[in-house]
């Protein structure tokens, strides 16, 4: 079949994501440390624009697998116990501390998303309700599932909750998803845009049985560039 699978899609962002952490984690450190800039920071700033089409993929095949998988509640303590394992390497990484608690990995906010998700499906279920009662309980649960992620101060923070939760309302429509999806990313990261290209081109299928390479990925990647860093003696650098 024509287009890009769901796990065609996995790949770009995590190749993108991959390209974004070298620059934020290895090349912004160098910048720090004084190395000469003339060729560093081109570099570091097409790593960071590169890396702007990873979130908005990821975002959007948590709508997909929230929709086809099998085991909500599984896939949500899925996305948590990653969070966990995830966040020693996050702060290694970015933050050159075991322990930061002032910025959480992008795992969280994943994992909010799909329980406000879950709340909405709840309360979109309720028939019975009055639609004004409907619709003060979903602005309540959105507004709640962005303060969350903005207290928590997860990755993308409040901003990738909307948007996760922009592409799940046109979930079931393809071209107004795109065009949610667009609006919800372009007026504070519009580089993102570029994310919905592949994401048009998507055709709906599984793809590789590639389920757990996000999941193993992430904290694997930042663990080595971490230890990148320690090679060339800028680990002790906050790189944010």
């Known amino acids: 079949m024509r287009g890009l699978s769901g796990s065609a899609l996995k790949c770009i962002a995590i190749i993108t994501m991959f390209i974004d952490h070298i620059g934020a984690a290895v090349l912004a450190r160098l910048l720090i440390a004084g190395v000469d800039g003339e060729f560093l920071y081109p570099a570091y700033v097409t790593t960071r624009t590169i890396g702007r089409i990873a979130f908005p993929i990821f975002c959007f095949l948590l709508v997909e697998g929230f929709e086809h998988t099998k085991n909500r509640k599984k896939y949500a303590l899925r996305l948590l116990a990653f969070a966990l394992i995830s966040e020693v390497p996050f702060d290694l990484a970015f933050s050159s501390s075991v322990v930061e608690v002032s910025y959480q990995n992008v795992f969280f906010t994943l994992f909010i998303g799909l329980m406000t998700m879950m709340a909405f499906q709840t309360v ?117």
């Not at 409907?134 to 959105?142: D, M, N, S, Y």
């Not at 504070?188 to 709906?204: K, Q």
């Open 124 to 240: 979109e279920g309720k028939a019975e309700w009055h639609p004004i009662v409907r619709g003060a309980a979903l602005a309540v649960i959105l507004f709640a599932g962005m303060g969350l992620a903005y207290l928590m101060q997860t990755d993308y923070d409040a901003k990738g909750v909307m948007c996760i939760m922009a592409l799940y309302v046109f979930r079931k429509m393809r071209g107004p998803q795109i065009l949610a999806g667009c609006l919800a990313f372009g007026w504070w990261e519009p580089e993102a845009l570029v994310a919905f290209i592949p994401i048009a081109f998507y055709n709906g299928k599984r793809g590789w049985n590639i389920k757990y390479i996000f999941y193993v990925f992430y904290p694997l990647h930042l663990l080595v560039l971490y230890f990148v860093c320690v090679w060339m003696g800028i680990a002790g650098i906050p790189a944010v």
